[in-house]
Structure formats: structure tokens, C-alpha cells
DNA sequence: GCTATAATTTACCAATAGGTTAAATAACCA
DNA sequence: TGGTTATTTAACCTATTGGTAAATTATAGC
């Protein structure tokens, strides 16, 4: 329950069904009722779901006669994006570490044979 | 509360604490004590960070002495940065053309209906 | 064996998250 | 006007989170 922009939205992507409602989102506009469909929870639920996600800006609402139309809003994914750059160059380090590795077991067993 | 990895590792990421040790472990390993350093909480409050994040498979963790030294474990943030990459285009788009694309999305499946 | 340090476990607390049902609001349609 | 559909609000419930203080375990050094 942080209040920093990027504690708001990791914890917005900490839900599958907030982040299949993004998903769903990447094919265009959608109502409520339609981004309620996949799911197995009631219309509150959905509803609470699309407060989080707004909240943490990763959606925007309009109002179109008795629908509240919803698109995604993607800008805070990019903070995310550069705050986890800053950490490839470890999950690449550790892949050179085990091509090392692989390669070290390579020679051995030419040694062996 | 979901157990999926994905929303596992979001979940541990979604607290300022929790962001912090893993940038102080970047320069290597460090004790509980290290890490609990710079923060103005108690030694359990750490614990119970370092659970999450070892649960989320962030840390690993071993044993000398006393001493209980953590290191980073980044892999899971490479699941986050490939599920991410999925809407690096959206941001990329500017704002005008994002629409843009996402009415002509919705152009093709009424074409496909 | 005694004492100090490192870290965890236990028991507790208040706030939040994610869900529910039932009621309320908003806009369309006839 | 009244009825139907879309969505939200209110009230509630349970489990989890992030924190605490106090007690416990593990190890080192004398």
C-alpha cells in the first residue's frame, strides 16, 4: 500500500485478471460488461478491478451514453520498463555464466574421451 | 494473493523496501544486518521482506557463521521484462497514433466478422 | 559455561485487498 | 411514464500485508 508511482503500479500488475484486462485491452476499447465476460467474478468485482487499474493510470474511462468505455493508458508500463533495465545486465550475466559453464563441461568431457 | 509467478514476483516488487534491498544487493552480497541498515524498521519487518522476496525467488540465501548473506537471484525479472515487451509498441506510439492504431485494430475485426 | 551478536519465530495489531449480495444511479427505449 | 440494461455504491466478510515487541535459536569468542 505504498503510495510511489512505481509500488501503485506493480501492485496494479499483481492480479492475472487486471492483467488480462490490459491484454484485453490491446485490441481496442472496451466496455465493462464486455471486459467482464472471460471472467467467473461478479460486475463489483470488475468494477474494483478497473478502479485499481485507474488509479494506477494504466487506464483511462470515458462515458458513452450508459457505457463507461475503458483504454489502455501504457505510460506507467515505461517506468517499469526502465526501472527493470537496470537490472538485464544481471540476468544476462548470469546466462554468460552458464554458457561458461556448458562450454567448461564441453572440454571436460573431450578430455575424458 | 494469486500464486502465479508472474503476479508472485509483481507482487514482491510493489513495495519501496523490497526495491531498495535488491539495488543494495546489485553491488554484491549482504547480511540481513547490512541491508537492514538504511531503513528505520525492525530486524523482523526485514525478515519478513527477505521472505517475500526469497519466496519470489529475487534472493537466495546461504548460510556462514552467524551471518545469513543474500544475493540476487534476477531471473524472474526476465518473465516481467518479456511479459512487459508486449506493450513496449503501445507506449511507443505517440498518443495520437495510438489511436490510431487501435481504431484500425478495430477496423480489421469487424473486416474478420 | 557465559556473554554478545545475528537472525528468526511467535503472537499480536490495524489497514488493505478481493470477493460477495443488495440497493442505487444513469441512460436508453417504448 | 415505466421498464430494461449498464455500471457503481454500500455494507459486509475473510485473508493477507506490513508493522511491532518479546522470546528463541545459532554461532563466535573468551
Known amino acids: 500500500m505504498p503510495t510511489d508511482q ?7 500488475l499483481a492480479d492475472p485478471t487486471r492483467r488480462a484486462i490490459l491484454a484485453s485491452l490491446t485490441t481496442g476499447e472496451k466496455t465493462v460488461s464486455d471486459l467482464a465476460e472471460p471472467f467467473d467474478i461478479t460486475m ?12 494506477a493510470n494504466l487506464i483511462e474511462r470515458t462515458r458513452e451514453a450508459q ?19 537496470e537490472y538485464r545486465k544481471f540476468w544476462e550475466a548470469s546466462f554468460d555464466r552458464l554458457e561458461d559453464y556448458l562450454k567448461e563441461l564441453q572440454t571436460k568431457e573431450k578430455n575424458d574421451e
Chains 1, 2 share one sequence.
Not at 6 to 12: D, K, P, V, Y
Not at 78 to 85: R, Y
Open 6 to 12: 512505481l509500488s501503485t503500479t506493480f501492485q496494479a
Open 67 to 85: 457505457y463507461r468505455p475503458c483504454r489502455l493508458h501504457p505510460e506507467p508500463l515505461k517506468d517499469i520498463d526502465e526501472w527493470i533495465s
Open 44 to 55: 463489483p468485482a470488475i468494477t474494483k478491478h478497473l478502479k485499481v487499474l485507474e488509479k
